[in-house]
């Protein structure tokens, strides 16, 4: 691992990132991908496969909910302080078509302490805002990779 005196909050980001998704057999399983990571922000999308339809052949909500949740997860866990879901609410705005590549786009809004405030969109290919998601996270004892810490921390 490279020196942590060298570190910029964008490559702890990353390394984070990176470690997470080593471990995320959830995201992995769905086909989660990580496409952008930084401090307090996360872009991640999912293809909606037929195994994630509903009886009205769109995407079941709960996979909308779940790529939107891990969007935030990979955001407020970007400073290498564990943090967890406090609360998350969503709002169901089109439907989501069998095929449709999904884009959630988790930006922070406030972190405070140990809570942080995040807003999540997610987007169809069209950019159609399919969902908003907004969740609360509450920080842990803990670093995803101990000691791991940017420049600006010290």
């Known amino acids: 691992m490279a020196d942590n ?3 910029s909050p964008e490559d702890v980001a990353k390394t984070v990132a990176e470690t997470m998704y080593r471990k ?15 401090p307090g922000r996360a872009v991640m999308t999912m293809r909606v496969t037929d195994t994630m339809l509903n009886g009205h052949n769109i995407c079941h909500g709960g996979y909308v909910f779940t790529l939107a949740d891990t969007a935030f997860a990979y955001a407020c866990n970007a400073y290498n302080q564990n943090a967890v879901a406090q609360s ?3 709002n169901f705005l089109k ?3 069998p095929d449709t590549l999904l884009t959630a786009t988790a930006e ?3 972190r405070t302490g140990r809570t942080g405030l995040y807003d999540i969109t997610v987007t169809n290919e069209q950019d159609d805002i399919v969902a908003l998601f907004r969740g609360n996270s509450h920080t842990i004892k803990g670093q995803m990779i101990p000691g791991l810490t940017s420049k600006e921390e010290k």
């Open 24 to 38: 995320d057999i959830a995201a992995q399983h769905l086909g989660i991908a990580l496409k952008e990571i930084g």
């Open 108 to 110: 922070e809004q406030s």
């Open 95 to 97: 439907a989501v078509a």
């Open 88 to 90: 998350a609410q969503i």
């Open 5 to 7: 005196e060298s570190l």
